[in-house]
C-alpha cells in the first residue's frame, strides 16, 4: 500500500539462490517465485525493486511465443494430470482452466501481488500467475482444494469460516493457501509476523480483519 | 383463536436469530469449490478477449476484424464500434475475440492492436480543474439548493447576514477524488445457447431483472434467458446491468455455436466497469461561540464522467442542515469512464465534504471536535438526535475520547496523534421481494428466491430466519436464490436486501407454519393452535411436546406444502434508517506523510440483527474499504494523455493486512433498534471513515489535508503549505 517506505513490513528482495531467508531463517517473507533460471524473489509489500523485477518477469512470461503444444505432467493435490499445453501456458491457467480447480483465480492478470492465484508449490507459497505450467513439472502442487482435503476440512478453512474471514469469497482459497504455508512455516509467529507475511494477498470486501483472526488462531494451534 | 399476526419472536426466545452463525457457505467458499462466472465453463467453453481504445477521445477510422478469422483457435468476434464513431475516453470497448484458449484470443486482440487506427481528438480529464473546464467549455452549471424556498435575493440576503451575525466564519475546500469499485472478480459473462434459450452465468447484483436486459439488447423473448449468479465475486454497486460486453457475450457464443466467457481484463474494469464521482467544494461556515453552526454557503463541482453531474446537491450539508443555507453545483465533463452506484452513493462523498469543514470549524473555535458534533445534533434531519448522541457517548468511550482529545496540532515530536470523528446516515428498508417456502411431507424445507448473495451473507440470514421460524437446526433448511427462475426479488444494492428477504420469507414460513399448526391441532384434538410453538425440531403446546417436526410435516400427505411469501409491509419485520458514528485514533509521520490507523470504531444501528457475525464482518469490511478510499486509493487521470494511468493493482493503491490497525464493530442494539425489525446494513459503515480519517489527521498535525485520499504527498504538501 502506498509508498514503499510507508510499509512496517521487511523490505525485500532476497538472494537469488532460491531459498527465502526471511526473519531468522523463518520463512516469514513468503513469496518466492521460481522462474526460469531459478531466480527467487520474494515479496510481501509493495516494494519497487521487487516491482521492478516482477515486471521483468512478466516480459519474460510474454515473451514465450506461441509454440506447439507439448505434454506438461503436472502433480496437483497428489494426483498427476497429463496436460497438453503450450509451453507459455502459467500455472494459474493450467489449474484453472484445464484442470479446473478454480479455487486458483486470476484476479490482477499481471503478477502484481494481489495474492488470488495462491498455490502452494514444493512446500512454498507461489503467485500461479507468474510462474509457468512447465516449469512446476516434476513438483507437488497443492490448491485451495487441495488444503480443503487435508484432514477432511483443514484446521485453516475452519478458522477462516469460524472468524468470518470471508465476504464475496473471491480472495479467500488464495488467502487460505497463504495462511496454510505460512502456518506450516511458522506455526509459532506472533501477530506482528503474521501481518508482515500475510501482505502478499489483496481483499477489497476488507476481510483482513477475519483473516488475522483465523491466522492467530491457526499460529496458537501449533499445527 | 387469536388473530394470527406476521411478526418476530420474543428476542430472549430466539435460537439463532442475533447469534453469532457462521456463513453457510464459508467452507466451499474457502475450499475454491464455490463457482464463480470466471469460473464457470461448460464444455467447449471458449475465452474471449477485449480490444479496447487507449485515447481519452477519438474517432475510430481504422479496424478489420477480417485478419482474425483464420488465426489459431479463434472461433467468434464482435465489433463495438463503428469506423467513425466517437469514442469518449479512455478503455472503451473496440472489439472482442473469443478462441479456444486465453492465449489465442490474447494473440488475436495484439494482431488487432497493430491495425487499429484513431483519429486522435482534444481531451479533458481534470476533474479537479473547474477553472479549465469553464475554458475548455466542460462545464456544467447544475443545480443550486437552499434552505428556505424564499426568492433568491431574500435567501442570498437571509444568508449574507447570518454570516455578518455569526461569531466565527471558516471558509476552508475541500475535496474527494474518483475511485473505482475494483471488484476482484471482474465484471463478466458466460452465454450458452440451448436452441432459442439462452443460458447466461454472469456476476451481478440483479439476477432477476437482468434477463429483460439482454431479451431487448438481443431481440429475443424475455421468457428465453435465463440468469443465474451462485456467487458473485465483489459488486459495490456495479453490477446491475447486462452490459455490452454481456451482449457481446451472447453474441459471439451465437456465431461460434459453443459457450463463450467474457471477463473484462483488470484495467479494462477499472475504466469503464464503475467508478465513484469526485466532489470538490469550497464551504463557508457561520457559527455562533458555543459552536451551534447558523449559516452555510457552499460551492461544489466534480464529475460522474462525459455526462459531468457529481455529487447530489439536494443532499449537502449531509446529515445535518441549518438555518440559513445555499449551495450550488457544478459537473465538469470528462473524457473518463463513467460513473456506477458505488457504496452508499454519494454519501461518503457528501459526509466527507460536510464533517471536514464542520471539524474546521471546531478548530477554529478551539473546541473538542465531539463537542461541536453534540451542540448540533438538534440540526440532524434523520430525526434522530437521540441516538447519535449515545452512539457517540458508547464510541467515545471505547476510543478513549476524552482521555486522548487535544487540541488541534497541539502535539509535539515528528509523529503526531490524533482523533476524529464523523456520523452518516442510511435508508436501507427492504426492497422488493418475493420468495416461495415449499415443505416436503418428509420434514425437509427448501426455498427459492431470485435474489443474490453478493458476499453480504443473503443465503446465510435467509437459512438463519427460516431454520429459525420452523424451530429447526440451520441445515435443516436449503436455500436456493441466484436464478432469475425463481421468484423475482430486488436487486441487491441500497442495502434494501436483508430486509427484503427476511420480510418475505418470515411471512411465508409463518404462513406456512400455520397451516401446519392446523393439521396438528386435528390430528392430536387440540382446542386451539394458540400455544402452539415449533421449537427445538418439535412442535410444543405451552412447553409440552405434541410431536415432532417431522411427523407434523408427515401431516402434509402426499404433497409439499408451498407458500408464497412477499413484501415489503408494513407489519413491522422490517424498517429503515439507521445511523452510525465513527471514531479514530490515528498518527502521521510527519516527515514521511504517512498516516497510520491504530484503532477505528464504528457504533452502527441496523434495527434487528439477524446474524451478527456477518454484520460485523459488514462494518469491519466496511472500515477497511474506508481506509482505502480515505489513505490510498484513487484513480490517477493523466492530463497530457487523458489516460488513467494507475489501472492495475500494483498502482492503484489498497490496504493490505498490515495497514489496518485495530477495527472494533460495535452493534447498537437497545431493545428500542430489535423492535424496529430488519434493516439494510451494507452501505452505512462505508460513509464516515474519509470525514473521521481526515478529521483525526487533521487533530494530529493542526492543519487540514484538503482532499481525500491522503497520500503521503498531499500529507506533505499540507505542512508545508501551513509552514510557508
Redesign the interface.
Known sequence: ???P?????ETLPRESSGESSGRSGSGVNRRDFLRGTGAAVAAT??VSQV?ET?AQEKKKVEAVA?AAPVEVKLTVNGKEHTLQL?P??TLQ?AL??DL???????????A???G?CTVIVDGKPVYSCATLAIETVGKKVT???G??AMEG?SQ??NA???H??????????GF?VAVKAFVDKNPGANLEQI??G??G????????????QAAVECCKGGK | MAERKFGWGSRKDNALIGKDI??I???V????????T??F?TPGTL?ARLLTCKHAHAKLSALDLAIVEKM?GVKAWHQFKEIGAEIKWDGELIAAVAAE????AE?AIKALEKVVKYEVLEHFVDEADKAGAEAAKRLQKLGRNARSEANKDDVDAGVKKAFADAKVVHKGTYGIVTISH????PHGTHAEWKGDDLDIHMSTQAVSTTPAQFAEGLEIEMSNVTVTAD??????GSKFAAEEWGLATAKMAKQAGKPVRLML???TELKVAGTRPSGFAEISIGAAADGTIVAWDSVHWGTAGIAGGGVDVTKLPYVFDFPNRISQQYGLMCNTGPNKAWRAPPHPQLCALTMTAMDDVAAKLGMDSYDLFLKNLSAVTNGREAVYADQMRIAAKEIDWKAKWHKHGDTKGPVKRGLGMALHTWGGGAGACKCTVKIHPDGSVESFVGSQD????TRTVISIVLAETFGLPITGVKVNLGSSKYPASAPSGGSITVGGVSGAHRRAAQTALWQIFDKVQVKYGLESTDGLNAKDGSILNGGDKVCTWKEACSLLGKMPLEVEGTGPKDDKLTSAVVGGVQMADVSVDTE?G?VRVHKFVSVQDCGLIIDE??A??QV??????GI?YS??EERIMDNKTGRYINS???NY????????GE?VAIMYQPDSEYNRGVIGLGEPPVISPGACLSNAVANAIGVRVPVIPL??KRVLDALKGARA
Open positions: 500500500m502506498r509508498d517506505s510507508t510499509d512496517s513490513r509489500a509493495m516491482q516482477i506461441p503450450e507459455r501456458v491457467e484453472h482452466h479446473q480447480l478454480t479455487g486458483c483465480k486470476d484476479v490482477c492478470g499481471a502484481t501481488n494481489c488470488a490448491t485451495a482444494e488444503v480443503a476440512v485453516v478453512i477462516f469460516v469460524k468470518d474471514a470471508t465476504q464475496c469469497g473471491y480472495c479467500t482459497p487460505v501481518l508482515k500475510l501482505g494477498n489483496l481483499c477489497r470486501c476488507g476481510t483482513y480483519a477475519g483473516v488475522e | 457462521q456463513r457457505d464459508g467452507v467458499k474457502c475450499s475454491g469449490k464455490a463457482k464463480y470466471a469460473d465453463a475465452i489459431p484458449r486465453a492465449d489465442q494473440d475494483m471488484c476482484l472478480e456467487y458473485e465475486g465483489g459488486g459495490f481484463d483488470r484495467a453478493i458476499g453480504t451473507g514521511t504517512i457475525l456477518t460485523r464482518s469491519t469490511g466496511a472500515l477497511t474499504m482505502a489513505l490510498s492495475d493493482l500494483q493503491k489498497l490496504p493490505r493486512i498490515g495497514d489496518i477495527l497520500t503521503p
